[in-house]
């Protein structure tokens, strides 16, 4: 039987890209790629990078003022939001264009429609016409989850937060995750009243507890009111805003709201279980190591397989799937020990298991300090860091390591490279430290604060 293509993507983020560019370019495969929306996905166009340009436009406040304190005649006029959010556009806009040449470049017919699944080898697009090919890939990545509650239609989502026409002077962020706690910082860096919400007892809930109390007392320290074991009651749209009842019976008005409480797969109406592909309880298409779905000619990767939902570990998923069905080398994607940053003020970089996960699974000890860092002890900011690393006391290996520090995610990625090679505390101890820096205190730390 021949087919249209060899490869047929729904999908232009990350995963998809990647996965359609090898398969082409280095595999030899005639594939196309259907993207409804912007070439880049959520990483590239509402998600890490327009996130993490809104993360250093926030600290400019908090440079000037250090900068004083060095003996800086230095002041800070207001935010130009809109300046700022155009030239945010323009970059976007950039980067979308790369990756769409990026593709171009490796021989991909894109097309810039919707699509979805006919049959196991047909893909339908939106204006009806059908293509078939060998294999498809489902790349659709995540979307917001809001829960169903009155005028929920009128809260803002991440996907929102960037296209906003003006910055609010109030906000209430709902959620104790990543998207809650970096948007948490964000904004208050930029100077809007920030409240959080968040149902349990602590935010960032599965990263080291140490590490989530040196964040949230960070934060709270800056300015934001976060409220843990609190959830919205109901919300009502009043003059100014929303009226907000909380499940603590507190009454507030907030010029916005902000839901971060978790990404759901993008798998509705892709005809995927009509041609046969399991979904699991959360939408998401369950997938083998080699990210093949039930249907062999089917296969998935990214968010919408819910595995680890971070931009690197799609592109290796796609990376992997690429090299195993094109390039005749059969790879899966290593997802064991995958750093990941929260660009919270202050930041987390982590990787590992967190002290709680390694006890849980053997015999322990945790070396720990916490210490005001040179910079902003010059300037006089009480800010803390905190250095972890969680050793198992039969092999020696460093099973887990936690940052909280200004460029956290820096630093962690470094670290991840001795620790996915398997390096023990002692590795850590022979190395001489670099100094003065912050990271130093990894190799120097001597004596277990606890045994579990
Ligand atoms: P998370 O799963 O990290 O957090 C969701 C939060 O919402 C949790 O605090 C959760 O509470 C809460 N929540 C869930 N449902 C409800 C509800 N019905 N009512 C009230 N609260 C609720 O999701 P995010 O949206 O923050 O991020 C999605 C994913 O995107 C992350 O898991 C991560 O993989 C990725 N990401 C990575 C970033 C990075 O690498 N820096 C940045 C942004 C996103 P509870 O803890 O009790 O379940």
Redesign the pocket.
């Known amino acids: 039987m021949t087919f249209d293509y060899d490869l047929f993507v729904i999908g232009g983020g990350s995963g998809g890209v990647r996965a359609a560019r090898i398969a082409a370019s280095e595999g030899g495969a005639k594939v196309a790629l259907a993207e409804e929306y912007r070439m880049g996905g959520?990483c590239v166009i509402r998600?890490?990078v327009p996130?993490k340009i809104m993360v250093f436009a926030s600290t400019y406040p908090g440079a000037v003022e250090d900068a004083r304190a060095y003996g800086w005649d230095a002041q800070i006029g207001g935010f130009d939001w809109t300046a700022f959010r155009g030239k945010l556009r323009d970059e976007l806009s950039r980067l979308e264009g790369l990756y769409r040449k990026g593709l171009q470049n490796a021989g991909v017919t894109i097309f810039d429609s919707r699509a979805s699944i006919a049959d196991p080898h047909t893909v339908r697009l939106a204006d009806g016409q059908t293509v078939t090919a060998k294999h498809i890939l489902i790349a659709t990545g995540?979307r917001?989850?809001?829960?169903d509650m009155p005028h929920a239609d009128k809260v803002l989502t991440?996907n929102e937060i960037f296209d906003l026409e003006k910055l609010p002077k109030s906000i209430l962020i709902?959620?104790?995750?990543?998207?809650?706690?970096?948007f948490a910082c964000i904004l208050n860096g930029l100077g809007v009243k920030v409240t959080q919400?968040?149902?349990?007892a602590q935010?960032?809930?599965?990263f080291d507890e140490e590490a989530r109390g040196h964040i949230s007392e960070g934060m709270r320290a800056s300015g934001i009111d976060i409220s843990c074991g609190t959830?919205?009651l109901r919300m009502e749209p009043v003059d100014g805003g929303m009226r907000v009842t909380s499940t603590m019976g507190h009454e507030q008005v907030f010029e916005q709201v902000l839901?971060?409480?978790?990404?759901v797969p993008c798998t509705g109406g892709l005809g995927l279980e009509e041609a046969g592909v399991t979904l699991g309880r959360n939408g998401e298409v369950i997938v083998d190591d080699w990210s093949q779905t039930s249907v062999p000619s089917i296969y998935a990767v990214g968010?919408v397989t819910n595995r680890?939902?971070?931009?690197p570990v799609a592109i290796r998923e796609g990376h992997a799937f690429a090299d195993t069905v094109f390039r005749g080398e059969k790879r899966k994607a290593d997802h064991e020990l995958v750093a990941?940053?929260?660009?919270t003020q202050p930041e987390l970089g982590s990787v590992g298991l967190s002290e709680e996960a390694a006890r849980a699974a053997g015999p322990i000890e945790v070396y720990s300090t916490a210490f005001r860092p040179m910079q902003t002890l010059f300037a006089g900011r009480p800010d803390r860091v905190m250095m972890k690393l969680v050793v198992c006391q039969n092999t020696r290996r460093v099973l887990g390591c936690h940052i909280v520090a200004p460029n956290a995610?820096e630093m962690i990625q470094l670290a991840a490279i001795a620790i996915k090679m398997g390096a023990t505390k002692e590795d850590f101890d022979r190395t001489v430290a670099v100094h003065p820096t912050m990271a130093e205190e990894l190799v120097t730390l001597r004596s277990p604060v606890r045994t579990a």
């Open positions: 959520t998600g890490c996130k995540g917001p989850f809001i829960p991440s709902v959620g104790g995750g990543y998207i809650a706690s970096e919400y968040y149902r349990g935010i960032l809930r599965g959830d919205v839901y971060a409480t978790g990404r968010d680890i939902n971070l931009t990941s940053a929260v660009f995610g």
